[in-house]
């Protein structure tokens, strides 16, 4: 077997503000396979941007990475010089941000703004580089020609598939998509996600998913890490987190997710909002909210443990 | 005739946008070119009930939600509410039936002003309506607005700002600014869809039981079939500004009859199992500016028939209160 594509270990990752340090990723710990699918779901604020900007050296100038290790085929991520990054991003790490549909450049042809990115990572020619170009929009399902429109004359399907080949162009190992269907429209989203698993299994790349809706993870993705207030919560299978969730945060989740093909059900949902990262709860970060709260769990962290083949922080396990 | 329990009757409503052209073109062309944004959709509303508008970007959904309160004029068809017909009211009019019929936007970090404070926020309905005479009773309807929509206790919410509540508290003012007016009719405009899906159910739950409390019947806008599926009682599927479905929601959801109410379903994520289905032609929506001759949706259909390319199909009763408007069911 090969070794993992990306190792993170017990990264902490903090955001410095005037009222102290916001702690967004609190030790966090997981791997990506080389050609698996990694799904990172939780709500707004649970961190998972952060964990994808700490790997692409991409953090505010007031965010820093405190402590950990993110291990890309060998190399330590968190240590890596400005240059060694030039190298790694996008050329080897390639990352769909949330919204980037919108950031293509209104004023330039989208053919001219996927040769700028390669001419950019790869130094090759122009002309070569618009080849390319040419066929990366076949990859991603668009005729040849498209690379001659505006950003304004695409719809939003289309501009996500320009999107996803510019984060191609360069044959990265790794693609982070952060959110890369939430504004689309269902028949489109649909549309995209298949691309993207096509894509994957073709280019044998490995895809770390960030998104805080469940059914795209579960239909695109091997295994899913669960994340509440900077922290991992159940980590395994997407099959067993999905249907069998241990952890009562995931259970909150897995049940106010509603299906259409249930039938009509009054739909649950969690208690309260996220805990405050200035000063996060002692203990289980998720025990203000959780009904299954014990003495414990107010006082001491419970930590990530093997449950049939599932990890799961949570007392109720040990 | 409307009978009684009837909220809202909207028939053969149309909104079409001129499209403005540069001044040479004008000069050269004749033809008035129009986005027939809505283009013919009847249905009623009954009271107390929650009716689902359902369909993708573009459909023409928030037009109709905003054209039923006269927000948006209307190019032809009735509009009902409770037997009176809106659009035949003067301006001054529509404005007092106004208090009986509000809007819940998508976006609560938009519709809410970030200068004003909750107390403000949802006080200035009642003072704009005139609704109060003096400070202690706006106080106090304030207070209970905030109640109802659970957010407690409401005496600590008054001298806040939007920028200090989170996305869910913000969507709670908006539910208690409509709600403070005592509304009979509410549309709310994809209300959850900026929120996350952990605290979706906890607002659904309150405009809900806002709805059993005071009868108050929502005309419900949404992308979201599933969400749909378990909150509403009817559903209206539109596309390219026609109704294609409409029926009991148990009814569509379980018997889909035309193919796009097929694709819709077919193209829903499920966090159980992985059962996307593309069953759609091409990923460009047609322009509501050239709609295709016959049935508007045949281009994009994997079962076209020839009819389907000449004649529309008009919404036919399939079964009880389930119509659909396809050619291959008539």
Known sequence: MLPPSLIIDNLKTYYETRSGAVRAVDGVSFQIEVGEAFGLAGESGCGKTTIALSIMRLLPRNGRIVNGKILFKGLDLTEATLREMNKIRWKRISMIFQGAMNALNPVHKVGDQIVEAIVAHDGVEKREALERAGKLMEMVGLSTDMINKYPHELSGGMKQRVIIAMALSCNPELIIADEPTTALDVIVQAQILKLIGELKAKLNLSLMLITHDLSIISELCNRVAIMYAGKIVEIGDVKNVCRGPLHPYTQGLVAAFPSVREEKRKLSYIPGSPPDLLNPPSGCRFHLRCSKAMDKCRMEEPKLAKVNNTFIACHLYD | ?330
């Open chain 2, 1 to 330: 005739m409307i009978s009684d329990n009837v909220i809202i009757k909207v028939e053969d409503l149309k909104k079409w946008f001129p499209i403005r052209k540069g001044v040479f073109v004008s000069l050269f062309s004749k033809k008035q070119e129009f986005i027939r944004a809505v283009d013919g959709v009847s249905f009623e509303i009954v009271k107390g009930e929650v009716f689902g508008l359902v369909g993708e970007s573009g459909c023409g959904k928030t037009t109709v939600g905003k054209t039923i309160l006269r927000i948006i004029e209307p190019t032809s068809g009735k509009v009902y509410f409770k037997g009176i017909d809106i659009l035949k009211l003067s301006r001054s009019e529509i404005r007092k039936l106004r208090r009986r019929m509000q809007l819940i936007y998508q976006d609560p970090f938009e519709s809410l002003n970030p200068r004003m404070t909750i107390y403000n926020l949802v006080g200035e309905p009642l003072s704009i309506n005139k609704l109060v005479n003096n400070v202690d009773e706006k106080v106090e309807k304030v207070i209970k607005a905030l109640e109802d929509v659970e957010l407690k206790p409401p005496e600590t919410f008054l001298d806040k700002y939007p920028h200090e509540l989170s996305g869910g508290q913000r969507q709670r003012v908006a539910i208690a600014r409509a709600l403070v007016l005592q509304p009979e009719f509410i549309v709310a405009d994809e209300p959850v869809s900026m929120l996350d899906v952990s605290i979706r159910a906890e607002i659904l739950e309150i405009m809900l039981k806002l709805k059993e409390h005071y009868g108050i019947s929502y005309l419900f806008i949404t992308h979201d079939l599933a969400l749909a599926r378990h909150i509403c009682d009817k559903i209206a599927i539109m596309y390219l500004g026609r109704i294609m479905e409409i029926g009991d929601v148990e009814d569509v959801m379980r018997n889909p009859m035309h193919p796009y109410t097929k694709a819709l379903l077919d193209a829903v994520p499920d966090i159980t199992e992985s059962k996307l289905k593309i069953s759609i032609k091409g990923f460009v929506p047609q322009s509501p500016i050239n709609i295709p001759p016959g049935c508007r949706f045949h281009p994009r259909c994997l079962e076209t028939m020839d009819l389907c390319r000449k004649e529309e199909p008009q919404l036919l009763k399939v079964n009880g209160k389930h119509y659909v408007a396809c050619h291959l069911h008539n």
